[in-house]
């Protein structure tokens, strides 16, 4: 099942974090987890300083961020596999390390994953939320993924990126696609697509309610 998700590619500097930290608030908000929002917005700062200290400002990074299963893992990507996180706590006096170590402070695991040409730190937050058990659910995320994945392909022209689906910016404007659509159909069939949208705006809510309690 597709659980949401967030990706995105820039370039590591100084100036990227703050519009990254705004961005992770955005979206841990609209999927109702604004209790982690101080928590993942620290990993995210930390992890991306990490890279720009580490690595080199400038390197070309993938952060993204995504439930998997009951927590809310955020990964960095960069291209270096040998410059490694620091993997102890930094005593008072050191220069280094204490990112690191703040970061396994306020998550319940955190590692390294080594490919033949990246490497992904990434670390995880318990959200709370119950685990996904509803096949009806199951069903729905296939059917939208496979309604979203065509829209996609005749888009663009471009493959999916990143982990081999479409990434989160490809994926927003497939769905935009596929609303307008819908709501095209609608208007044609007699259809007030406002009023079709604010029904499915009380669902959605009414759904999520119900999913979280």
Same mark, same amino acid.
């Given at each position: 099942? %597709?659980?949401?998700?967030?990706?995105?590619e820039f370039a590591?500097?100084?100036?990227e @974090?703050?519009g990254l930290?705004?961005?992770?608030?955005?979206?841990?908000?609209?999927? #109702?987890?604004?209790?982690?929002? /101080?928590?993942?917005?620290?990993?995210?700062?930390?992890?991306?300083a990490n890279?720009?200290?580490? @690595?080199?400002?400038g390197t070309? %990074?993938?952060?993204a961020?995504r439930?998997n299963?009951?927590?809310?893992?955020i990964?960095?990507? /960069? =291209?270096d596999t040998?410059?490694?996180?620091t $993997?102890?706590?930094? /005593?008072p006096?050191?220069?280094?390390g204490?990112g690191?170590?703040l @970061?396994?402070?306020?998550?319940?695991?955190?590692?390294?994953?080594?490919?033949?040409?990246r490497?992904?730190?990434w670390c995880?937050?318990a959200?709370?939320l119950p =685990?996904?058990?509803?096949h009806d659910?199951? $069903?729905?995320? %296939?059917?939208?993924?496979?309604m979203i994945g065509l829209y #996609?392909?005749?888009g663009s022209?471009?493959?999916?990126?990143? %982990?081999?689906?479409? #990434?989160?910016t490809e994926g927003e404007?497939?769905a935009?696609?596929v609303?307008?659509d819908?709501?095209?159909? $609608?208007s044609?069939?007699?259809?007030?697509?406002d /009023?079709?949208?604010?029904?499915?705006q009380v669902? +959605?809510?009414?759904?999520? +309610?119900?999913a979280g309690?």
């Amino acid at each position: 099942m %597709t659980q949401p998700s967030w990706v995105v590619e820039f370039a590591a500097h100084e100036e990227e @974090v703050a519009g990254l930290r705004r961005s992770v608030r955005q979206y841990l908000g609209a999927w #109702g987890l604004r209790d982690l929002v /101080d928590e993942a917005q620290l990993c995210v700062s930390e992890l991306v300083a990490n890279v720009i200290t580490h @690595v080199g400002a400038g390197t070309p %990074t993938m952060l993204a961020v995504r439930l998997n299963g009951t927590s809310l893992r955020i990964e960095v990507h /960069d =291209p270096d596999t040998r410059a490694l996180p620091t $993997l102890m706590a930094a /005593d008072p006096e050191s220069e280094g390390g204490r990112g690191m170590a703040l @970061v396994g402070a306020v998550t319940d695991r955190w590692g390294v994953q080594l490919g033949a040409d990246r490497k992904v730190t990434w670390c995880e937050l318990a959200t709370g939320l119950p =685990p996904v058990r509803s096949h009806d659910g199951c $069903l729905r995320m %296939t059917r939208v993924q496979a309604m979203i994945g065509l829209y #996609g392909a005749r888009g663009s022209g471009h493959g999916p990126t990143g %982990t081999g689906r479409l #990434g989160i910016t490809e994926g927003e404007e497939a769905a935009i696609s596929v609303i307008t659509d819908l709501l095209h159909w $609608l208007s044609a069939h007699g259809r007030e697509a406002d /009023d079709v949208l604010d029904r499915a705006q009380v669902r +959605f809510e009414a759904e999520t +309610f119900e999913a979280g309690r």
